[in-house]
């Protein structure tokens, strides 16, 4: 009797004892798990409010959305659980409304009552020329659904001239390539009529755009049509190892370079406009760089002022990207905005519906 309640001692005090370390570990791996959730708030902060601050981080700003959708896990992680850090997120959502604004737009429930000047802008990737979709009648599907939407005005940006299909419902069409002689370029076909159009070159690049006046109730309207630095970044290559991650790195900054001195090159321009604009982008970089920060001063979003979702333009898994956009003077109404949801380029065509006066 002895011996079994000696044997039931120690087994008592080795469960105790294991039991301990399973709780002492369990407390060292919550923490861990806090310091890494507050890591990863951290960094969407920088990512989020860097340009606010004036400064520039332009690898963490491009990773917003993958550092939105880690901390949006986290956030479920610890809610799921019924555990405190769950109000981390929360508290963020909270500091940081008004930049969330930018990337996420409630969808609005009033009516539309009155139609503005329809205008698209639509990167299509030279028409689908080198066969990055399967499909061979591209060309003519985004000629079908022009047709169907038939905005007042659509500005292309990546307009291969020799592979374009006939627009026939456009009277008014200025094709303008990013290099002399060149077959691809901006393009911006119209149902009314388009005045002193101009090459708008950037030094050393192959984008560029391109600048019109929309003549509109007899009021213009100046159309700028912009396709600014790509990342250009090929799929092959493996960014995790060491040596293409520093390649990465190193090109991300050197491309958010080149687009800076791109934008305050228009920037310069815009300072000779006298009439009220209408800004058609592929930006090549998202809502949180200082570069769209660059860009958009002054100016209205038309996602922000009308849009809804998270209003991605540019094909990319999972993660939603928006770097196309439409600025308006402020002097111009937002009547609505939307993206819509085709597949016929790795960019989706965005439309705005615009008042003036």
């Known amino acids: 009797m002895r011996v079994f309640q000696k044997k039931k001692k120690i087994f008592s005090l080795r469960w105790e004892r294991n039991n301990s370390y399973f709780m002492n570990g ?11 959730n507050i890591f990863f708030l951290v960094l969407l902060f920088i990512g989020v ?13 491009l990773s917003t959305p993958l550092l939105i959708l880690i901390n949006f896990v986290f956030f479920i992680f610890w809610l799921l659980r019924f555990k405190w850090p769950a109000i981390l997120f929360i508290i963020y959502l909270i500091i940081g409304f008004d930049s969330w604004k930018m990337f996420y737009q409630f969808k609005s429930n009033a009516i539309i009552t009155s139609k503005g000047l329809d205008v698209m802008s639509f990167n299509v990737r030279s028409f689908n020329r080198l066969g990055w979709i399967e499909n061979k009648n591209i060309p003519n599907l985004i000629a079908s659904f022009i047709k169907t939407i038939s905005p007042d005005v659509i500005c292309f940006q990546e307009f291969a001239n020799n592979s374009s299909p006939k627009f026939k419902d456009y009277p008014f069409k200025v094709f303008k390539p990013y290099t002399l002689n060149g077959q691809i370029g901006s393009c911006i076909i119209s149902k009314y009529p388009l005045l002193n159009s101009k090459t708008i070159s950037f030094e050393k690049s192959s984008n560029g755009g391109m ?7 007899r009021d ?8 600014f630095e790509s990342l250009k970044f090929d799929g092959n290559n493996n960014i995790l190892s060491k040596s293409n991650f520093k390649k990465f790195i190193s090109k991300i900054r050197q491309v958010f370079d080149v687009q800076k001195k791109q934008i305050f090159q228009f920037r310069d321009l815009l300072k000779s406009n006298k009439y009220p604009v209408i800004i ?7 809502v949180f760089s200082k570069n769209y920060d660059y860009l958009a001063e002054g100016h209205l979003d038309a996602f922000i002022e009308k849009g809804s979702g998270f209003g991605a333009t540019y094909k990319f898994p999972f993660l939603p990207m928006r770097i196309d956009f439409i600025l308006t003077s402020k002097r111009i109404k937002v009547v609505d905005f939307k993206v819509h949801n085709i597949n016929l380029s790795d960019h989706k ?5 615009l008042k003036w006066p």
């Open 220 to 227: 213009t309207l100046r159309l700028y049509n912009l396709h």
């Open 211 to 217: 600048q019109s006046d929309l003549i509109w109730k």
């Open 49 to 61: 409010e860097s340009s606010s601050f004036n400064l520039n981080f332009p690898v963490i700003t």
């Open 26 to 36: 369990s407390k060292i791996l919550f923490k861990v798990k806090i310091l890494i």
């Open 349 to 353: 065509p965005i439309l705005a519906s």
């Open 280 to 286: 058609c982008t592929d930006l090549n970089n998202n």
